[in-house]
């Protein structure tokens, strides 16, 4: 573990991460005055400052880690939200394999990285998925008023996340309200709206109506996540995919699940099949399609290689 060394003259000196770059953009005295002392322990080896469970909100799940990188000229940020139905995972699990070696290649390439946990929808303080989505918002928020702080250009942001992430990165990429900063979204085992309904149009034999009166636990997910009834109202809010258009930041999403049916053979439902079928990825690069949007994917290249390419741009 890399320890950090101070090495201050006066008050407005910059300060450097052991063995880094002299001239890095960021004062570490000043993020330790506004974040609070760097953690003493970090997920992975590394040149970079690492502050852990900053708040961005009032909220007990309110809280993220940043990760800069050390050298002198930091290109841009990625605001990653994990994924977990809405109901469990954790920020931390972004430092495990292999999703630790897409961090890792990110900070090689002198672009840090803000890792934000939110609010589960079955959380006392939660009026459902917008709850966590609106902390997306929060966390964009965060990001662009101590940017100068941090080092980070303005108006040079990346969201990103997996599953429920991918569906705060998307919610939040596509608004007009919220992605004046963002220049990409990383989408993987996405979703392609977060109006249930639409899914019908995706799944031969789906039914959301049906399968709820059938299943429990999807029943039990459904009002959760709505907080109570899906009007109208709410499904036109949530629907992320409608408010795609040629203006808005580039897309990459990846969903390698491939199977069709989303009942298994225990008259189960298979929730992976049903998050994170390739069929969602598919609508969404249609609706880019029809738009104009530029869209990306494995097919063409690596997700951190799409993040270069869309902060040089």
């Known amino acids: 573990m890399k320890k950090i060394l101070f090495a201050f003259l006066l008050i407005g000196t910059f300060i450097q991460c052991s063995k880094g770059d002299p001239s890095a953009t960021f004062n570490l005295l000043s993020l330790e005055q506004n ?5 003493t322990q970090v997920p992975f080896e590394g040149q970079y400052a690492f502050f852990k469970d900053v708040s961005y ?12 990188p050390s050298k002198s000229d930091i290109k841009g940020v990625v605001l990653y939200f994990h994924g977990g139905a809405f109901l469990f995972g954790t920020k931390e699990d972004l430092y495990l394999s292999p999703s630790k070696e897409f961090v890792q290649a990110l900070l090689a390439a002198d ?5 934000a946990a939110y609010t589960f929808i079955n959380d006392k ?3 459902g998925v917008l709850t966590a ?4 918002t929060q966390v964009i928020r965060f990001a662009e008023s101590n ?4 080092g980070i250009p303005s108006q040079q942001i990346v969201l990103a996340g997996i599953s429920a992430g991918a569906g705060i990165a998307q919610w939040n990429g596509f608004r007009n309200e919220t992605n004046e900063s963002i220049r990409g979204i990383v989408a993987s085992f996405a979703q392609s709206s977060y109006d249930l309904y639409e899914w019908e149009k995706l799944f031969s034999n789906y039914s959301v109506d049906s399968l709820r009166t059938k299943y429990e636990e999807l029943d039990d997910l459904f009002t959760d996540f709505y907080n109570g009834d899906a009007s109208e109202e709410k499904r036109a809010l949530l629907d992320y995919r409608s408010f795609m258009d040629a203006n808005d930041p580039s897309l990459y999403v990846f969903n390698p699940v491939y199977e069709d049916a989303f009942i298994d053979a225990n008259d189960s439902l298979d929730f992976n099949v049903l998050f994170h079928s390739v069929k969602h990825a598919d609508y969404l690069r249609q609706k880019a399609l029809n738009v104009g949007l530029d869209f990306s994917g494995s097919y063409k290249e690596a997700p951190e290689t799409f993040i270069k390419r869309v902060l040089s741009e």
Not at 133 to 136: H, Q, R, Y
């Open 35 to 39: 974040f609070g002392p760097q953690a």
């Open 57 to 68: 909100g009032t909220k007990p799940q309110n809280k993220l880690d940043i990760l800069l």
């Open 111 to 115: 672009i840090a990285v803000i890792n």
């Open 125 to 127: 303080q939660s009026e």
């Open 133 to 136: 989505l609106e902390e997306g």
């Open 147 to 150: 940017a100068a702080l941090m």
